[in-house]
């Protein structure tokens, strides 16, 4: 098969994430609008929960189908075997952990019990199905259309939400985590079919080898942790501020994280290739580590500027509910370069070295996130958080480059002796 450049590759995967950040800022914008700053930072806390739960269900299958892809060409129908069959079991089962615990640990007292079981369908069963279907066709290097299966439950979402102002306020939570379940459901039907036209996949079950159970676990870990850096800062918000400081802090949050897209793009595009070049070239790894580095370095810099510009604005587009934005927003835009080198680094250590690397690495960043957070929130309240998040993303940044620059030194030095 034929590779694309990752200049093409990345160019149309960035085309394809500017649909998403497009489907996000109109999902943040109706969900601002439809439950207000108070009872947002009460969903966003519960729906991130969900989320960093729902990275476990795989297993890392994904990210071992990609270190296996390229000496075995049948590995997405082999790796499938096992991993629905995983994935669903395991989903399941964290669903009733969630539905019991999750009130009590996220803070969120304003939901209602019936809506946590749909938090979980939702994020723990039915969208990380999807993104194992993605990276199966981003394994194959085709990423834009794997990002594509991504995207498409996402407008569903936003059509839902939109159906959702039509319901009395009373019952539009209930009605929006209901519509949610749906679109997933019809996102995962709509993913399997394009997967299909370029993977034969094997339902026949098979039970995980030792290997696979083993190495995909350290993944699992690894990939939980790297989304609790990016997820659980919610629930920490809502506990160190309350719940209008955190549902303004989530909203810039979200808005920041969009602002990464474009790099994340970039990231998606090259990961196989980091993972080949590991393999088999130093120097093409070497080289391929620094152009990363620096172009999110300058594309995240001049994103963070432009944010900086249009912060005053966007007041007017969320509402007067949201008014501290216009002074938050500004002081957290640098968090998107911050961030883009901390995500960027933290797959490359993956990249040339075992997960456990990472696992320390994102262990670290997780623990730092927390020990500035929770006390300059308390002092601070949303301001406070937002400090808290650029230090914490500069320093991760910086460490994380630092030790790619060691290993891949070490690299060098081990290949010469």
Not at 318 to 346: K, R, Y
Request: charged content about 10%; hydrophobic content about 55%; aromatic content about 6%.
């Amino acid at each position: 098969m034929k590779r694309p450049s990752l200049a093409r590759s990345g160019l149309q995967t960035m085309m394809v994430l500017g649909l998403r950040l497009l489907t996000q800022a109109c999902s943040l914008m109706l969900a601002m609008r439809l439950f207000g700053p108070g009872l947002y930072g009460n969903v966003a806390s519960a729906s991130s929960l969900a989320v960093v739960l729902g990275v476990l269900p795989n297993l890392g299958a994904g990210t071992l189908l990609m270190r296996r892809i390229a000496l075995e060409p049948q590995a997405p129908a082999d790796v499938w075997r096992y991993a629905w069959p995983q994935h669903l079991l395991l989903g399941l089962g964290l669903t009733v952990i969630y539905v019991r615990l999750a009130p009590a640990i996220s803070g969120a007292g304003l939901i209602p019990t019936a809506c946590w079981a749909g938090f979980a369908l939702t994020e723990i069963v039915l969208s990380p199905l999807i993104v194992q279907l993605s990276m199966t066709l981003q394994a194959l290097e085709r990423v834009p259309l794997g990002q594509l299966l991504q995207i498409m439950p996402l407008l569903l979402r936003v059509l839902a939400m939109a159906a959702c102002f039509g319901l009395p306020p009373g019952h539009r939570l209930q009605g929006y985590v209901a519509l949610q379940c749906v679109a997933a459901l019809i996102g995962l039907a709509l993913a399997l079919q394009v997967v299909s036209r370029h993977v034969r996949l094997n339902w026949r079950p098979r039970r995980p080898r030792g290997s696979e159970l083993r190495d995909g676990t350290a993944y699992a870990a690894l990939n939980m942790v790297s989304a609790n850096t990016m997820e659980l800062d919610k629930v920490l918000a809502l506990h160190a501020t309350g719940a209008m400081a955190a549902g303004l802090y989530a909203s810039a949050s979200r808005i920041v994280f969009a602002g990464t897209m474009p790099m994340i793009g970039l990231l998606l595009a090259a990961q196989p290739r980091l993972f080949r070049h590991a393999a088999t070239d130093q120097a093409g790894l070497r080289q391929l580590a620094w152009r990363l580095a620096l172009s999110c370095l300058l594309l995240g810099s001049l994103l963070a500027a432009a944010l900086r510009l249009v912060a005053p604005w966007l007041i007017q587009v969320f509402g007067p509910a949201f008014a501290g934005l216009d002074t938050l927003l500004p002081m957290m835009a640098w968090v998107i370069p911050a961030m883009s080198l901390h995500l960027m680094a933290a797959q490359t250590l993956v990249s040339i070295g075992p997960p456990g690397r990472r696992l320390i690495y994102d262990l670290a960043g997780l623990l730092g996130l927390a020990v500035l957070m929770l006390p300059l929130g308390h002092r601070l309240g949303a301001p406070g958080l937002g400090w808290a998040l650029l230090l914490n993303e500069s320093l991760m940044a910086a460490i994380g480059w630092s030790w790619v620059l060691l290993e891949l030194r070490r690299r060098v030095d081990h290949r010469a002796h």
